[in-house]
């Protein structure tokens, strides 16, 4: 039987929070479940499992929305009015390690969770200032080659604190915005969509080290930084890109044009079908291709003089990006040899449900060789709102 006392405390803190409440608020209705957790382990079995089971739900509900309000909170102004600046994923990371020293040192088998409190900016830009297209060092530590711009970086982002998100996808529509002179009803538009539900899905993996590494706090985190945030982000493109049914290719619509020229495909893919097919609603603001694809329509020449004729301004590389007709360019190996996307980035969002987390272990295997494992992992998903502001196809079409 539930008991009234607790039934009332628990009714008293959700209305609190269905009405909203800023981040000081809430850490307040947080103590409030922190004694109400100390009244239930008062009572022992005396403690309904409904009430015991309402106030854990209640606690993680609420670590959530701390969560989520650390995102929002993470910004740091200097002065009334000054530039703000946002965290980087990697400083997060190394503050996180910062905190959690003694333990690593200390570290003495089963599992130490480092989790992040928040995102952070995980651009390139802003977790290596140093970066080239080519390596990039930071405290010693020699990085392989990396992508400089990720699909990840480049979709509107959301967090979400439930096990999937429902949203409306754009199928057409019937009507049109018409003069009205008074006489008749005014012209009735109708937009069709689909609901559409999907579950967020873990992003994950591993990495073992030799245990030994731990007594290097600075390069422990450089490693973590550099190779597990890397390794994150070139799953995330694969994710966004090629994942079966959700993904940006699976949504797309094929190109269907007559250019068979590939920079001439592009540029009509972008400037022509998509606003076409998205009623002049939409603009193209990426293309994606592969990094060789980029360096072919970069040297596009004439097929005769074999001159680079294209107009002025319409091809250019610029801090190691490629820009077609004003258009950036995004390189990524997830994309498959001879194939393009033009999308407007702003008909998609790239949602998250955990933010990356890390956690150290070692268990009875592991320790028999001196070796700890790091695991890091998100949870994540990706909404399409119009599929028609995604147009895909051939650079160069088959038989030609």
């Known amino acids: 039987m539930e008991n009234l006392e607790i039934k009332s405390l628990l009714e008293g803190i959700q209305t609190k929070l269905e009405a909203g409440l800023d981040e000081k608020a809430t850490k307040a209705v947080q103590l409030e479940v922190k004694s109400l957790q100390d009244k239930i382990d008062a009572m022992g079995d005396k403690a309904s499992t409904s009430d015991v089971e309402a106030v854990k739900s209640l606690a993680e509900g609420i670590k959530d929305t701390l969560d989520l309000l650390d995102v929002k909170v993470q910004k740091i102004s200097t002065n009334a009015g000054a530039i703000e600046k946002t965290k980087s994923f990697n400083e997060i990371l190394a503050d996180t390690i910062e905190s959690n020293i003694e333990a690593i040192k200390n570290f003495s088998g089963g599992q130490l969770k480092l989790e992040t409190k928040a995102v952070g900016d995980m651009s390139i830009a802003a977790n290596f200032p140093t970066a080239t297209g080519l390596y990039q060092e930071q405290r010693g530590l020699y990085v392989p080659p990396f992508e400089q711009m990720w699909l990840g970086d480049i979709l509107p982002g959301a967090t979400s604190g439930g096990t999937g998100i429902v949203y409306p996808e754009r199928n057409g529509g019937e009507g049109e915005i018409d003069e009205w002179d008074g006489t008749e009803d005014k012209s009735q538009v109708d937009y069709d969509f689909i609901k559409r539900e999907i579950s967020f899905v873990w992003l994950a993996g591993i990495c073992i080290i030799e245990r030994e590494m731990l007594d290097d706090i600075p390069w422990l985190t450089s490693y973590l930084q550099n190779q597990l945030l890397l390794d994150l982000k070139t799953r995330e493109n694969a994710f966004i890109l090629n994942r079966a049914t959700t993904g940006l290719l699976a949504k797309a619509t094929a190109y269907d044009g007559t250019y068979t020229v590939p920079v001439e495909r592009l540029v009509d893919a972008a400037y022509g079908q998509l606003p076409e097919d998205t009623f002049g609603q939409h603009r193209t603001t990426h293309f994606v291709m592969r990094p060789r694809a980029t360096v072919e ?11 680079f ?17 004003g258009i950036t360019t995004v390189a990524t190996t997830s994309m498959a040899e001879n194939n393009f996307l033009a999308l ?32 890091i992992e998100e949870r994540a998903a990706l909404a399409v709102f119009n599929p028609k502001a995604l147009v895909k196809g051939l650079l160069t079409p088959e038989g030609v």
């Open 344 to 375: 407007d980035a702003r008909a998609t969002q790239f949602v998250k449900r955990m933010q990356p987390e890390i956690r150290m272990f070692e268990d009875a295997a592991l320790a028999k060789r001196n070796k700890v494992m790091f695991r």
């Open 309 to 325: 004729d294209l107009p002025q301004g319409t091809i250019g590389f610029s801090a190691g990006q490629l820009n077609l007709s």
């Open 297 to 307: 329509i970069g040297l596009n020449k004439a097929a005769g003089s074999q001159e």
